[in-house]
């Protein structure tokens, strides 16, 4: 009955032999963490997160510049971030000595925010710059950490161009 | 011992298979970090957008995003009137400069920050042939670029418009809300530059967490709700012509 079983040992043995190929290309293909946590290698998750940052975040920039923290409690810039204007700045907060920011433009930066658009909220403060201040810096009449203009000092009124414009579109 | 050929016929394999490991090393972790914690995702608040550009900007320094590719990006609508169905939506270098002051003021005006949804049924992860992106068990959509072939699969499938091929790697890339950032305890770039809170990291997992009480107390939508894609980045005060 089994005259000729030597042809299935001969089958069965290739077909073992290929299937510990099989086996050991997977084993050495396959990422060691892949199927960790689902259908991926889990080791993905840590390469992503171990990017190093660019922003350092306002908590670190607060723990030295306090004096612009107290400015900005005044006014309503309290509640945006520095690096919101001052740009990416992890390496300034490794390292202060060294990397120092680069100074502000306060005629480009202020009117990315407050150049009147129409699709802005209307309770926005925004402003026609051309006509607000002809172009020229506006920290030389406001202070960006605490951009309102107090009125107890007249002098402060005279310097402000053209007021109707500012707070309504 | 002798190195004859039959040991090193059979030392090769391992040795391979032990070199790649080395190779791979161990990658930073981030302490105290646990992945089953959290379930994050992103507020938008559209009455608050000045459509400034900060976010745009913040993403692609923080992100290395080559320019005219976006992981976040602006759209302006403009609604005439009664025609809810066709709005006009710009978005000029996906408004990273901002936008064009004095434009047509009649009708609705309004930006809506746009950024891949963190969608849990992510139509992306599904059609993915190789397991190259994933949700993480924190909800974070990834894309694992040493894994991605760039065959673009997933760019197609976004119903969003969220990915694109990284003309330098070719690989796959999209928003990856800040991962490297929000797993040290830090919010996102473009929530930390947003100028009026418009944007705000939020965790599901955690009960404390104000998202909670803003979700309860507003009406919050999620876009292409009948894509049924689990999206979970919420938009408030969203007017119905956005899409």
Known sequence: MFKDIEHLIRLAVVILVLLAVFVVLRVAVVPRSFGQYGHYRGAAIEETAARPIAFAGHDACEACQTDVVEQKKQGKHMVVACEACHGALAKHADDPASVTPPKLDTAVVCARCHEANSAKPKDFPQVVTADHSGGIACDTCHQPHRPKIETSTTEAKKTEPKTKTEGRK | ?243
């Open chain 2, 1 to 243: 011992m002798d190195l004859t050929r039959r040991r090193l016929l059979v030392l090769l394999p391992a040795a391979a298979v032990a070199w790649k490991y080395v190779l791979a090393g161990t990658p930073e972790a981030s302490p105290n970090y646990k992945l089953t914690e959290h379930w994050w995702t992103m507020l938008i608040d559209i009455p608050k957008c000045i459509g400034c550009g900060s976010c745009v900007r913040a993403c692609a320094e923080e992100n290395d995003v080559p320019d005219g590719y976006f992981r976040t990006w602006i759209e302006r609508y403009h609604v005439a009137d009664w025609k809810i169905e066709r709005p006009e939506v710009t978005s000029p270098n996906g408004g990273k400069q901002g936008f064009p002051p004095n434009q047509d003021a009649s009708g609705k005006n309004f930006f809506v920050p746009k950024l891949c949804n963190h969608c849990s049924d992510s139509p992306c992860t599904q059609v993915c042939p190789v397991g190259a992106t994933f949700v993480t068990p924190d909800g974070v959509v990834l894309v694992d670029k040493n894994y991605c072939l760039g065959c673009r699969y997933c760019v197609q499938a976004c119903p969003y418009g969220c990915r694109f091929i990284n003309p330098k790697t070719k690989t796959a890339e999209k928003c990856s809300l800040c991962y490297h950032r929000i797993t040290k305890g830090m919010t996102t770039a473009c929530c930390e530059v947003c100028p009026t809170g418009a944007r705000q990291l939020a965790d599901l997992k955690n009960p404390k967490d104000p998202i909670h009480e803003f979700l309860r107390t507003h009406n919050v939508q999620i876009l292409k709700p009948h894509m049924a894609t689990g999206a979970k980045v919420f938009y408030n005060g969203m007017d119905g012509s956005v899409r």
